[in-house]
């Protein structure tokens, strides 16, 4: 299992195939950190135990980025014949059966930009060991299935570093000599090495307790930076809220007497679900009003529930091998995802969902970098903490609850936890819960843990005299290493719309109807179901709440989709169907661009049909802005055989500008009144109205930005804003425009914010998504700007990220400077910090679905990424994927 590096010096590629289990077992791990302002001596003292009586000689992952001091074996020091230590592993010779091998191992904290392992953030002191950080703490069987019970002691200054911490419950503390002190953890539940963490600081804490259903009281403690601690509010109410509907749904209780959150500034992901531990970035735990949007307090919410899911679905039961990361991952993403539809709107959180998804999910399965939501081979493993495992992985366990049930999934849940408690599993053993639980057999299903690809249905319609006969008929393109697949097994959920815009329960030969629609199930590549006497005009609802990850296509025309857009009483397929809409419509004004001019105008049905939705005041707000929010340029690019990013910016835009000018009274009427309704309200509020207000009136600004008007309203809904989500939506609106203000507003922004780290972000975001004429040289130009910085995580993805992820039209710029600009900043990060460097290369691998002169840049940039001096694993990995 353990990646070894081949004779060429690049690590091998690991396969699934070849999983062995531990030849030693870890049982218990004793470490001692001495913590100096730069330097860290590490001493673990670990019991071993064989498993295996083939193998004389224990092998431990470490080596990189530590120095070994010592190795001794139940009290006697190891001389150099004793072991042998290669770059990446140290092998103690022919050990026996059960012994302590103790290790000191020299860090430098203070070096470490790569941000995995020991490292400093803001002059703290904090690890981050998930998937391989452990082994550059001390050499180590750093693989998840090694589950051991650790004790902690940790000794630093006491001025620099007053709070030490690490994972379970606290222990002894005390003062040391020369102004230090120590403290001690103790956890007693057995894990891997990936979740243990460590962490000494001079950090404010916010304090609550919890008392669990069984009425054991637990202490939540937040640690941040003392000024950010009233941005904590919010997050130790999420992670109250989480324990509760954790206990409320699945029964799940926490276990320790602490839980405790740091929030770090310098972080590689969003957060990590460390044992009684979790470390977060600030951005997924600030947040107030003044520097946070509405959007910013969601994502908190679902973070901290996240993280602490984990708790159970990862800690408690964790994966075999990184081959089976979704089996904590995918699990967990759904269970934040029904937290966070329990707690809001579950319509909008579906949209939400399903947006990502789209965005983020299809392109990856589309691509050269295609894997399945179960990989079974990888260089880096870092490389696959992706849309597919994570948010292709929900959908499939959201799939399996749909087909079985929410009470059988319930029962499955209680199953795999009375079985595998304090075990590291596999995506079948999770599946075999849910399968005995229900009585349902998921083999078939299972293919979506091995087939990657997103699958397309084809839905068609026969009428057979009263009767109606809809065909579904399902395919997935080839991915690489896969060039067939097997008919996959999913839920279909429809509904049917009468000819007067009532809902019909027609009688379906094989499908059930439920509360939300009638659930179909699909297995073989073609099926037909017959709905009983559907009467004449009947409107098919497909696909509602989405129910597989899959493309769909279908036989509606221009006129039903108008149909179902006013009467599908499901919100989500409302929404869906009205996408659907747009990017057609829009799509046709593409196909229509001729030297830069548009042929056609937006369709007279369709422009009225959005004047109603606008005018709409029946239903929920942000409801509404979710309807007028236009499908993005890359939604719209996906559906394209060459994707021609000027032309969707102009069309999209020329769409924008129509709606605007055919509903202007309408639009300027409707965000007048949302602003009303906002100013009467006595404070800021995160109820759902003023969410929801606030958001249509902020979606209304990027229509009024086309109106003589726009630079009026833009400009003053920028200066009365008092909360950051109108100020940020309205420097987003002015920072793409040519207005007068423009220059001015970006300056006080910055001016405002300075030293607010993560509002500085926004103000380097809003730039990198600007589609101004001359947005390109200014992105490039903020890269000397002095607050960016390559070292920063936060940052580096403010700007550059978003503009190669979302600003097409001018990451596709025609003469290649977007992807040249962006190789250069792979290459330089990837010296600092390989795992983000390697996050930037997607972007530049989805070359085929370009022109010939495109594709011929995007292949040099990539070329040119490869051909630099030592870069990593990681991004060598991503780019020969995505040039193969
Ligand atoms: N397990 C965390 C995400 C995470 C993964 C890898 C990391 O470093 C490489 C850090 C965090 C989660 O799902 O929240
Ligand atoms: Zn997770």
């Known amino acids: 299992m353990d990646a070894g590096l081949n004779t060429s010096g690049v690590k091998q590629e690991i396969f699934l195939k070849d999983y062995t289990s531990p030849a030693f077992m870890a049982e218990t791990v004793d470490l001692l950190f001495d913590l100096d302002e730069d330097t860290a001596i590490v001493t673990s003292r670990v019991t071993y135990k064989r498993m295996d009586s083939g193998q004389s000689n224990l092998v431990l992952n470490g080596g990189e980025f530590m120095k070994l001091l010592s190795v001794n074996l139940d009290g006697h020091l190891l001389g150099e014949d004793a072991y042998v230590v290669t770059e990446e592993t140290l092998t103690v010779k022919s050990v026996p059966d059960v012994f302590t091998l103790t290790i ?25 060991c998930e998937a391989e950080g452990f082994r550059h703490i001390t050499y180590f069987p750093d693989r998840p299935d090694v589950m051991a019970v650790y004790t902690v002691r940790i000794e630093a200054d ?24 120590f403290a001690e953890w103790y956890d007693p539940y057995p894990k891997p090495s990936y979740l243990f963490a460590v962490v000494a600081g001079n950090l404010g804490v916010l304090s609550d307790t919890y008392k669990t259903k069984s009425g054991k009281r637990v202490d939540l403690n937040i640690y941040a930076a003392e000024a950010d601690l009233e941005k904590c509010h919010h997050a130790m109410a999420a992670l109250k809220a989480s324990m509760k509907w954790d206990e409320d749904v699945f029964g799940l209780e926490y276990d320790l007497d602490v839980y405790n959150i740091l929030a770090v500034g310098d972080f590689n992901m969003g957060a990590m679900e460390n044992k009684g531990l979790n470390v977060f970035n600030t951005k997924y735990v600030l947040a107030s009003p003044e520097t946070a949007t509405d959007a910013d307090f969601d994502h908190v919410e679902g973070v901290i529930g996240h993280e602490y ?7 408690r039961v964790t994966c075999r091998d990184w081959f089976q990361l979704s089996l904590k991952e995918g699990l967990t993403v759904f269970r934040d995802q029904e937290f966070s539809s329990d707690l809001g709107s579950r319509a909008l959180k579906r949209i939400d969902d399903v947006r990502l998804l789209r965005a983020a999910q299809f392109p990856e399965d589309a691509g050269p970098l295609a894997h399945s939501v179960r990989p079974d081979h990888y260089v880096e493993i870092n490389n696959f903490y992706t849309a597919t495992v994570y948010n292709k992985g929900a959908e499939v366990i959201r799939m399996m609850h749909r087909l079985i049930g929410a009470q059988a999934f319930r029962k499955g849940m209680e199953l795999y936890f009375n079985r595998h408690d304090g075990q590291a599993v596999t995506c079948d053993d999770f599946a075999a819960a ?79 109807w439920q509360e939300d629609g009638c659930l179909l199930e699909i297995s073989n590549s073609t099926e037909t179901f017959r709905f ?12 509602r709440t989405f129910t597989a990850p899959v493309h769909l296509k279908h036989d509606l025309s221009k006129e039903e989709k108008l149909f179902l857009m006013s009467h599908d009483r499901d919100p989500f397929a409302r929404w869906d169907i009205t996408q659907d809409l747009l990017r057609v419509e829009i799509l046709r004004l593409v196909d229509s661009y001729k030297d830069g001019k548009a042929q056609e105008t937006v369709d007279k049905d369709v422009l009225d049909a ?17 309807l007028i929010l236009l499908p993005s340029e890359n939604d719209l690019g996906q559906y394209m055989d060459v994707i021609k990013p000027e032309e ?42 003023s969410k929801g207000l606030r958001r249509l009136s902020n979606t209304l600004l990027g229509f009024i930005k086309q109106t003589s008007s726009g630079e009026d309203v833009c400009c003053e809904h920028y200066n009365n804003a008092t909360n950051m989500t109108d100020q940020f939506a309205a420097l987003s609106v002015i920072a793409s425009s040519e207005f007068q203000c423009r220059n001015e507003i970006l300056a006080n922004f910055y001016h405002q914010w300075k030293g607010e780290d993560l509002v500085i972000d926004k103000w380097f975001m809003a730039q990198a998504m600007s589609r101004r004429d001359d947005a390109l040289e200014n992105i490039v130009n903020l890269i000397d700007h002095p607050d960016f910085s390559l070292t920063n995580p936060n940052r580096m993805r403010s700007l550059v990220m978003v503009f190669a992820g ?24 990837d010296k600092v910090n390989p795992q983000v460097a390697a996050r930037l290369v997607a972007p530049l691998g989805r070359w085929k679905k370009l022109d010939p002169h495109r594709q011929k840049l995007m292949k040099t940039s990539l070329d040119a990424i490869l051909n630099a001096k030592h870069i990593s694993d990681d991004v060598g990995e991503l780019v020969a994927k995505s040039l193969a």
């Open 532 to 543: 009983k006497d559907v009467p004449t005009g009947s409107v098919p609802s497909l696909l």
């Open 610 to 626: 959005f004047g109603t939705v606008l005018a709409d005041e029946s239903a929920d707000p942000a409801f509404i802005a979710e």
């Open 806 to 829: 979302q600003n097409q039209r001018h990451f596709h710029a025609n003469d290649g400077r977007g992807y040249n600009f962006l190789a250069e900043i792979i290459v330089k990060v």
């Open 434 to 512: 849910m399968q005995d639980s229900s009585g349902k057999n998921l083999d078939q299903f299972k293919l979506w843990y091995s087939q990657a690809g997103t699958p397309t249905l084809t839905v068609t319609r026969e009428r057979d005299g009263g009767d109606i006969l809809l065909t579904v008929h399902q395919s997935c393109p080839p991915t690489p290493g896969q060039p067939e697949k097997e008919p996959n097994h999913l839920p279909f959920l429809m509904g049917w719309i009468g000819p007067n815009g009532e809902p019909l329960e027609p009688a379906c030969s094989n499908g059930v």
């Open 104 to 128: 000191q191992t020299e860090l430098y904290p203070a070096d470490n930009t790569r941000l995995e392992g020991l490292y400093k953030s803001g002059g703290n002191f904090c690890t981050q």
């Open 158 to 181: 006491k001025a620099r570093y007053p709070i030490l911490l690490s994972n379970g419950n606290p222990g002894k503390t005390g003062d040391l000599p020369e102004g230090r002190h």
């Open 309 to 315: 899911f984990h708790n159970w679905t990862g800690n």
């Open 648 to 689: 969707i910016y102009l069309a999209r835009t020329q769409f924008i500008s129509q709606v605007a000018d055919a509903h202007r009274d309408i639009v300027l009427e409707r965000y007048k009144k949302c602003r009303e309704m906002l100013e009467n309200q006595a404070q800021y509020s995160l109820d759902k109205n």
